[in-house]
């Protein structure tokens, strides 16, 4: 099976502030349909999961375009250039490529 | 409006068994993979099982193999999660949903399980 290792795990940010999360996979992610099926997840206390994006830079509809997502074959990166008070949470990476799918152990950003 | 909602969660025994319902509405649910996953209290996401459009195909992570089945009824817009051999650590709470590699993915906001003596 894949792993999928985030750091750091925590991580205390000041508001304002820019913010980047790794993302490493034991394996390539690349499909052998040439797509790399590479998303970020963000979820707050107490809420459902959302993804931030999709096969590794593309923003969801309504997400704001502080957060980017960069990277290639198994190093990937979530940028915040901003962090604002609703990043509160825990940001997890999620690949599709390989069965089983699977997350990364989370990272969880609070306000310093 | 897309909803999602599961239902079934309930506290059991270890050794005993339970059946989620997840009542899909506001998309094609015929038309789409669906998955079921959870979160263990505190802890972070897992996938658990996964299945096509049509229901021929089905993938389970492997901890749940041989104890857990996935099925659909799109005649009723349903997914369903019949979990057997229930132990401690399938404790967590239970999300339906539609993740599309490209499209917008849909969860619910999930239904608690605990097995415990």
């Known amino acids: 099976d894949v792993v999928m290792t985030q750091s750091p795990l925590s991580l205390p940010v000041t508001l304002g502030q820019p913010a980047s999360i790794s993302c490493r996979s034991s394996?390539?992610?690349?499909?052998?349909?040439?797509?790399?099926?590479l998303d970020w997840f963000h979820q707050r206390p107490r809420q459902s999961p959302r993804r931030l994006i999709y096969?590794?830079?593309n923003r969801d509809s309504g997400v704001p375009d502080r957060f980017s997502g960069s990277g290639s074959g198994t190093d990937f990166t979530l940028t915040i250039s901003r962090v604002e008070a609703e990043d509160v949470g825990i940001f997890y990476c999620?690949?599709?490529?390989?069965?089983?799918?699977?997350f990364g152990q989370g990272t969880k950003l609070e306000i310093k | 409006e897309v909803q999602l909602v599961e239902s079934g969660g309930d506290l059991v025994q270890p050794g005993g068994s339970l059946r989620l319902s997840c009542a899909a509405s506001?998309?094609?649910?015929?038309?789409?993979?669906m998955t079921w996953l959870r979160q263990a209290p505190g802890k972070g996401l897992e996938w658990v099982a996964h299945?096509?459009?049509?229901?021929?195909?089905?993938y389970y992570v492997d901890s749940v193999k041989g104890r857990f089945t996935i099925s659909r009824d799109n005649a009723k817009n349903s997914l369903y999660l019949q979990m057997n051999s229930l132990r401690a650590e399938d404790t967590a709470v239970y999300y339906c949903?539609?993740?599309?590699?490209?499209?917008?993915?849909?969860w619910g906001q999930g239904t608690l399980v605990t097995v415990s003596s």
């Open positions: 949903a539609k993740i599309p590699r490209v499209s917008v993915p849909y």
């Open positions: 506001g998309f094609s649910f015929i038309d789409s993979w």
């Open positions: 299945i096509k459009e049509d229901g021929t195909e089905k």
């Open positions: 394996q390539s992610l690349v499909h052998s349909d040439g797509n790399t099926y």
């Open positions: 096969m590794v830079s």
């Open positions: 999620m690949q599709t490529t390989h069965w089983p799918h699977n």
